[in-house]
């Protein structure tokens, strides 16, 4: 069954009653959430979901189900599980999130400052990657964390845009992840623009202002492969 993704329209929101439409052992599904499933490269979001006698089931990781926008709620093992149909209150962690919103945002904003094509991706609560097919002696640590917290700095506004399928079809060269491919499946494709920095399909959370993620530091840059050139990154405060 399709969930509602309350996250998709307004990242910030940290808690939401919900309907429970399934339990089954891959986890519980709810007819909206606030909780991230795992994709493009971020982890899913955990946190707790509370029943109306106020017992709270952990939520340890968020998946995608099978369904089309759909969204499962891994419960911690051994919990309690909520009746089909039962009313809940979803609660996400929002410390973590909030940190994963920032790196996420800082990964698109690296992304423009490291010309080259991305090969991948990932964004986990203390750190956050980005990997390019580009010369090791292309990069230069301290240039690039110099011209990302540069960027940062301007303090722009993000905004989410949506196109159709045969728009993003007619712009590739919108898709510059090429190990993540843009969410599609209704027909229309959501992008984050950063104006005058960035603009790409991407279906995870954001900040709603680059200047919220503060300074980053880059940890480390090293060869993974022969082609990628993996750039570690975390949040400077
Ligand atoms: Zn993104």
Redesign the pocket.
Known sequence: MTTELLFRDDAYLKTATARVVAVGERGIECDRTVFYPQG?GQVGDTGVLLRADGERIAITDTRKGDAFDSVVHLPAPGTALPEVGETVTLEIDWARRHALMRL??A??VLSCVVAAPVTGGNIAPDKARLDFDIDMSLLDAQKIERETNALIARGIDTETVWITDEELDARPELVKTMSVQPPRGAGRVRL?RIPGIDL?P???T?VKNIGEIGAIRVLRIRSEGRRNRRVEIALAG
């Open positions: 493009g996420h945002t990964l698109h984050l790409q991407c279906g995870g954001h």
